[in-house]
């Protein structure tokens, strides 16, 4: 028998289309229109004890002999009925004293991103699962310490998205740089200039190809198509609070 248990939580996030946050901020001094769509996070209402009936992140027990990122994808399965591909990374160990009361347990939590992720269902020890906008979270009702991992989740996911190629992981196979920047909007948190963003995006080397299509997802005029690039950092990088100005 271990001395301790070995879990996995998953900070799952995505972007939720057509729904407008509750805040809004300005860009240089004039009323921001809302993002596209709200950063939301999926939480499980727990079927069992400890903390039975409380939201929590999905997540579970590592199996013996089972990889990591295995156990992650199980639990993804297993809680929330969603499969299919999506970014997923190491976020960070948790193994404080007393932080679950069946025992001392070490959780290594996952970030794992995908774009417009739909319906879920819970399942094996969830009684149910929705996502909730990250400013309805109700950060007093997490199980265990999970407001923890969560917060340090969602920091992640902004830092990364000022030095890394991470946002299109919150995009379909192609998209608009109006798509892009609805992401990075929804993921920051407020808006952005959209001329000084495209100038911006287009200049990061690698960042994006275009694919010799265009849409009107956007509205308007059609809009050329890019994918994800192979780059993985950002040079130059676009860094938060800098792309709203117009200069």
């Not at 271990?2 to 998953?10: A, E, Q, R, S």
């Not at 994808?73 to 009925?81: F, K, Q, V």
Request: charged share 20%; with cysteine.
């Amino acid at each position: 028998m271990p001395d301790f248990h070995v879990t996995v939580d998953l900070v799952v996030l995505t972007i939720r289309d057509g729904e407008v946050p509750h805040r809004m901020g300005t860009v240089t001094g004039r009323p921001a229109r809302p993002p596209a769509g709200r950063l939301a996070v999926l939480l499980v209402r727990r079927g069992i004890d400890p903390y039975a009936g409380q939201l929590a992140l999905p997540g579970g027990y590592v199996l013996p002999h089972e990889e990591l990122a295995d156990a992650a994808y199980r639990e993804l399965r297993e809680e929330t009925g969603l499969g299919g591909a999506v970014h997923l990374e190491q976020l960070a160990s948790y193994g404080a004293p007393g932080r679950d009361p069946r025992g001392p347990t070490v959780t290594v939590a996952f970030l794992a991103l995908a774009p417009m992720l739909g319906a879920v269902v819970g399942g094996s020890d969830a009684a149910a699962a929705h996502w909730t906008p990250i400013d309805e979270i109700p950060w007093q009702g997490l199980a265990f310490d999970h407001a923890q991992i969560l917060r340090d989740g969602i920091e992640r996911a902004r830092a990364k998205l000022e030095y890394s190629s991470l946002g299109a992981a919150f995009c379909p196979p192609e998209f608009t740089i109006g798509q892009l920047r609805a992401v990075y909007e929804a993921v920051w948190g407020y808006p952005l200039d959209p001329r000084n963003f495209h100038r911006k995006v287009s200049s990061a080397q690698g960042f994006l190809e275009p694919v010799g299509r265009t849409s009107t997802v956007d509205g308007g005029r059609p809009a050329q198509l890019f994918r994800r690039g192979p780059v993985e950092m950002l040079h130059p990088p676009l860094t938060r609070g800098s792309d709203t100005s117009s200069g």
